[in-house]
C-alpha cells in the first residue's frame, strides 16, 4: 500500500474471480474508497481513517465492498444506470448521477462509452485527480483502452466515443490520474491525458 499523494492512498489485490491485479484508493479528504479490495493492511488503514461510504466506479467494480460494510456500516454508491446488477441481490447499494457530488470535493462524470454506467470520479483534492473505472487503462507503455474483444460488437466506434468523452474532462482541474486497472499517475495526467485525446486515430 502507498501514499501516492497527501491523502491518496493505493493498494492492489488479485481478483478472487477474474485472477487479474484490482487496483482499489481511498481518498482520505473526502472519506471515500474507491473499488475496494479489502486486504487486511487496507482494513488496518481505514481503522485509522475510517471511511463514510464506498463509491463504485462503474457496476462491476463492488468487488470486496461487503467486508467495509461489515466493518464500518458505509453505504456502497453505485452509479444509477448499473444498479440492474443488484436487482433481487443480498447486496445494497445507492445510485448516483452524473453530476452528483458524492463527497465534499468528489464529483462524478459520465464517460458511459463502454457501458452506461462506466463513470470518473473527479476528487478537487491537492493537484486534483481523475479516478477511472474501464474507459482508461493504464499499462507499462502508458495509457489506452481495454482490448477490442471487451469492447463489443465495434471495437472502433466505442473507442472514438471513449475519445470523445475524455476530451471534456481536460477542461477539469487535475494532474493524477487513478486506474481501476492500472498503476496510478501521481502527477503528469493532466499532460498524458491530453497528449493521449490528441493522438487519436
Given at each position: ?195 493521449f485525446v490528441s493522438a487519436r486515430d
Amino acid at each position: 500500500m502507498d501514499e501516492i499523494g497527501p491523502g491518496i492512498f493505493h493498494w492492489t489485490a488479485e481478483h478472487p474471480e477474474t485472477g487479474g491485479t484490482a487496483h482499489s484508493h481511498l481518498i482520505a479528504e473526502a472519506a471515500t474508497v474507491l473499488d475496494p479490495m479489502a486486504l487486511e493492511e487496507a482494513l488496518e488503514l481505514l481503522r485509522d481513517r475510517p471511511p463514510e461510504r464506498v463509491a463504485m466506479t462503474n457496476r462491476h467494480h463492488y468487488r470486496q465492498a461487503d467486508a467495509l460494510v461489515a466493518e464500518f456500516g458505509v453505504p456502497v454508491l453505485c452509479p444509477r444506470p448499473g444498479l440492474h446488477e443488484f436487482e433481487g441481490d443480498e447486496r445494497a447499494v445507492e445510485p448516483y448521477d452524473s453530476g452528483d457530488e458524492l463527497a465534499p470535493g468528489l464529483t462524478a462524470h459520465v464517460l458511459g462509452a463502454i457501458c452506461p454506467d462506466d463513470f470518473v470520479l473527479h476528487a478537487r483534492v491537492g493537484h486534483g485527480w481523475l479516478a477511472f473505472a474501464d474507459g482508461l487503462i493504464r499499462r507499462e507503455s502508458g495509457l489506452g483502452f481495454v482490448s477490442d474483444g471487451l469492447l463489443g460488437d465495434d471495437p472502433a466506434a466505442v473507442k472514438r466515443a471513449l475519445y470523445d468523452g475524455l476530451e471534456p474532462l481536460l477542461g477539469l482541474d487535475f494532474d493524477g490520474l487513478l486506474f481501476a486497472h492500472g498503476d496510478p499517475l501521481p502527477s503528469g495526467g493532466h499532460a498524458a491525458l491530453s497528449e493521449f485525446v490528441s493522438a487519436r486515430d
